[in-house]
């Protein structure tokens, strides 16, 4: 058998090794890219990416908006109540009147139009920090199955039972929206609103 490493060689390797706190480095860097390019019309990037989910179904429960984002309920919340006030979201009771559903307003939908061309010059730099190659890996990584990629979430869990349902379509189609990389806007004649969506 091999000797046991010190404390202090066990916390070097994990300091050079360790793809979780790389991961989270490298979430910041990203992450810092994007809130810069919102900011010019007063959004985050967790903001727009509440925006699109929910512009892209008729109204979701904030848990499905949290699977949909791998987003925890806290930043969910904080990020609503703030959008709220602005008017960019509204909350309308659910089917059961025991929950309710956010939708995008008419001003949000706007803002997703306006966030569209940043977004675009924040993809094209965050494309050039990380590396064309480094990026494609990263989106066919995260469409893997295995980690929740396209199609990998169809049930989510039913608060009432505590067993699982089935995820709602226009769920599954923002959780698939989040790993696909060319966003579009279309036009929802019914409904008059601008539907921002991932070919």
């Known amino acids: 058998m091999g000797r046991s490493q010190t404390p202090s060689e066990a916390g070097d390797l994990i300091a050079r090794k360790c793809l979780a706190t790389r991961m989270r480095r490298l979430n910041r860097v990203v992450s810092r890219i994007y809130d810069r390019a919102f900011r010019p019309i007063g959004l ?13 179904s008729e109204g979701s429960k904030p848990a499905e908006v949290c699977l949909a984002l791998h987003m925890d309920k806290s930043t969910l919340c904080r990020n609503v109540q703030l959008m709220q006030k602005q008017g960019w979201v509204r909350s309308v009771a659910a089917e059961d009147a025991r929950s309710h559903r956010l939708e995008v307003t008419r001003t949000g939908q ?10 675009r010059a924040a993809q094209d730099q965050a ?33 009432d039972s505590g067993s699982e349902r089935a995820a709602s379509p226009a769920i599954c ?26 070919e």
């Open 44 to 56: 985050t990037g967790n903001q727009v990416s509440i925006l699109v989910v929910l512009s892209g």
């Open 110 to 119: 706007g803002l997703i139009e306006e966030a569209l061309p940043l977004w």
């Open 127 to 159: 494309r050039e920090v990380l590396g064309g190659a480094v990026a494609d890996q990263l989106f066919q990584a995260v469409d893997s199955p295995v980690l929740g990629g396209r199609g990998a979430v169809s049930r989510v869990p039913d608060r």
């Open 173 to 198: 189609r923002a959780v698939d929206s989040a790993v696909s990389p060319e966003p579009v806007i279309a036009s929802n004649e019914s409904s008059g609103k601008s539907i921002f969506f991932w």
